[in-house]
């Protein structure tokens, strides 16, 4: 079945400091990969997104790269802020058939501090 | 559209109640699910819509767990005979058909506590 697999948190860096966050997944197809991210008391956002192999998918600073060969959607930020402070989901949903839903792995607490 | 909306927020109930969720979808969307988070845990797929049909319920995590979307707008989700076990967020989320790489809009979720 499908899984994803994340770094574990939490991770705690210094503002304007460099981010990873490590994401490897595992599919039986060819699946779109997504990163989410919860704001304390808030819902999922969609944070970015890629459909296919090398793709890169970016917003507001963020950046990860759909690697296939390696089966990773690293998450990455030059200079990271507080506002950044929240928990990141890295995710993927099956191409073709199946059940439709997205796989999460199990989220990695960001805090940045001042 | 205020985009993906569910009641209650909070719900407190005592094991062996049956509670029911609500959700709104954002009104162009005609996929609707309905997701489990627990503590320190990823979102957890349960169940979904297009329109009123169920097209995967053999993820519900037993069978005190249903879910309907009659007319194809709003959703509800029931558990029966709640157990502590139950205590999670409940979220559900929206998009459209044939987007699937459109990305999911969720609502804030129910956060279910069981006494």
């Known amino acids: 079945g499908n899984s994803v697999t994340q770094m574990e948190g939490p991770v705690t860096l210094s503002e304007e400091a460099f981010l990873t966050i490590n994401c490897t997944y595992t599919a039986t197809g060819y699946p779109s990969l997504f990163w989410y991210v919860q704001y304390p008391g808030e819902g999922l956002q969609l944070l970015l997104k890629?459909?296919?192999?090398?793709d890169k998918g970016s917003n507001k600073g963020f950046e990860a790269t759909y690697r296939k060969e390696t089966t990773s959607f690293h998450l990455e930020k030059g200079s990271v802020q507080v506002s950044d402070s929240a928990v990141y989901f890295c995710a993927l949903s099956e191409s073709g058939g199946g059940a439709d839903g997205l796989t999460f792995g199990k989220g990695t607490h960001l805090i940045i501090q001042p | 559209d205020t985009g993906v909306s569910q009641d209650p927020r909070h719900k407190i109930t005592k094991r062996g109640q049956n509670v029911t969720f609500r959700c709104d979808p954002i009104s162009e969307h005609n996929r609707l699910y309905w997701y489990r988070q627990t503590l320190g845990q990823g979102p957890e797929f349960l169940t979904y819509?297009?329109?009123?049909?169920?097209?995967?319920k053999s993820r519900l995590l037993s069978d005190r767990f249903s879910a309907e979307r009659p007319k194809g707008s709003f959703s509800t989700l029931e558990i029966q005979r709640t157990e502590q076990g139950d205590s999670a967020m409940y979220l559900c989320?929206?998009?459209?058909?044939?987007?699937?790489?459109?990305?999911?809009?969720f609502g804030s979720g129910t956060r279910l506590t069981v006494v």
């Open positions: 819509f297009q329109n009123e049909a169920q097209l995967e």
């Open positions: 989320a929206s998009r459209p058909a044939g987007a699937r790489d459109y990305g999911y809009t």
């Open positions: 890629a459909t296919k192999a090398d």
